[in-house]
């Protein structure tokens, strides 16, 4: 039972343009998101996160957008450069305000931004 | 070091050995988890360690894996009679309090 899921396993944008990435989840009980970014052959690399209390949280071109009632969020870069090209990773967690906090992910989209 | 420096970053085995990854966790940083990625596939937690608590081992797939940590050092997990199904990277992150995981590069694991 997949209770983090990308559907979109690629998205190929243009430069300059933006990127949408999308995530749904199944558990309500998540209240904390986050979205990680892989290049190949390295750690992910944590990038935002939001926190069920807020709709929206920004940091320079990223931006990540929570809908609680459709249990969706997705995050937004614009403008898209060549280098945001890497696997995408949406994760949550349903104990932000505890010490345990694993987190489930998703299978991840496969950005290439074309210059 | 500054980050989680996992070893080896490779490691081909044969089916039905054993095999031994190391994780070192960012100084400081009291939990340590570790995940693995099979292909095409998330990453799914394994276990999870915070201090001198009992570790949370409800992610472990099966008896032939086992995971230990003195303290906030140095953490080993062991896959005993590998399976070709192991084969997978192993991540090991580790995090200094509520939030902020730090990952390591991963050891890729193929059982052949």
Redesign the interface.
Known sequence: DQQ?K?NSPSLSVQEGRISILNCDYTNSMFDYFLW?KKYP??????LI?ISSIKDKNEDGRFTVFLNKSAKHLSLHIVPSQPGDSAVY?C?ASAN??G??????????TLLTVNP | GAG?SQSPSNKVTEKGKDVELRCDPISGHT?L?W?RQRL??????LI?F?GNSAP?KS?LPSDRFSAERTGESVSTLTIQRTQQEDSAVY?C?S?PG?????????TRLTVV
């Open positions: 983090v990308q990680y052959a390295e750690g992910p690399t944590f996160s990773f994760a932000s305000g010490s345990n906090y694993k987190l489930t992910f998703g299978k991840g | 989680v939990a988890y995940y095409g596939q998330g990453l799914e937690f999870y915070q949370d992610g991540l992150a995090k509520r939030y902020g995981y730090t990952f390591g590069s991963g």
